[in-house]
T-cell receptor, first 113, second 115 residues
């Protein structure tokens, strides 16, 4: 079956450092990837997306990198802040174009002051 | 602030009760979704509605019954649930399903506990 995995369930970083959250996906046919952030007690919130014809996309303090050769996706957060503490999910489209997203299990980012 | 509002935020029910979860979106979207979020498991898609029509039922047990009276409202009717159904139920919307449906806007969820 199709699956999206994250390498680490928990990542702890010092405030001000850069964070890198990794995700491995299994379906080489996926052509669209999204990162979501879920803070405690809230629903997931869109952060950034990337299409398979790109290998890098930058947002405000966040960068997503896509390596299709090894089916790897990463989210980089620059100058991590306490407000970045949350669970981060990657999602892929899989082999269908019906709008169904396949979500990974999530990585909890803890920011130490 | 969220454009997707879910009520109630918390619900405790017995296995013989009947209850409903409500979702309302104020974003002008045409697609609405129900997801189940259990501890240590990925988000599970349950149902998709596009322009009020159900387009996806991800093998969900019949004790969960969705209803979408219009593009702004979505309900999940619950009856004779099991303790393993305890989870966070998330509603989401998107401009439409299909290719435009990948960028989802989620509500804050309804935390359901089945005793």
């Amino acid at each position: 079956g199709e699956s999206v995995g994250l390498h680490l369930p928990t990542l702890s970083v010092q405030e001000g450092d850069n964070s890198i959250i990794n995700c491995a996906y299994s379906n080489s046919a996926s052509d669209y990837f999204i990162w979501y952030k879920q803070e405690s007690g809230k629903g997931p919130q869109f952060i950034i997306d990337i299409r398979s014809n790109m290998d890098k996309r930058q947002g405000q303090r966040v960068t997503v990198l896509l390596n299709k050769t090894v089916k790897h996706l990463s989210l980089q957060i620059a100058a991590t802040q306490p407000g970045d503490s949350a669970v981060y999910f990657c999602a892929e489209t899989g082999s269908s174009n019906t709008g169904k997203l396949i979500f990974g299990q999530g990585t909890t980012l803890q920011v130490k002051p | 602030e969220t454009g997707v509002t879910q009520t109630p935020r918390h619900l405790v029910m017995g296995m013989t009760n009947k209850k409903s979860l409500k979702c309302e979106q104020h974003l002008g979207h045409n697609a609405m979704y129900w997801y189940k979020q259990s501890a240590k498991k990925p988000l599970e898609l349950m149902f998709v509605y596009n322009f009020k029509e159900q387009t996806e039922n991800n093998s969900v047990p019949s004790r969960f019954s969705p209803e979408c009276p219009n593009s702004s409202h979505l309900f999940l009717h619950l009856h004779t649930l099991q303790p393993e159904d305890s989870a966070l139920y998330l509603c989401a919307s998107s401009p439409s399903a299909g290719l435009a449906g990948f960028k989802l806007f989620f509500g804050e969820g309804s935390r359901l506990t089945v005793l």
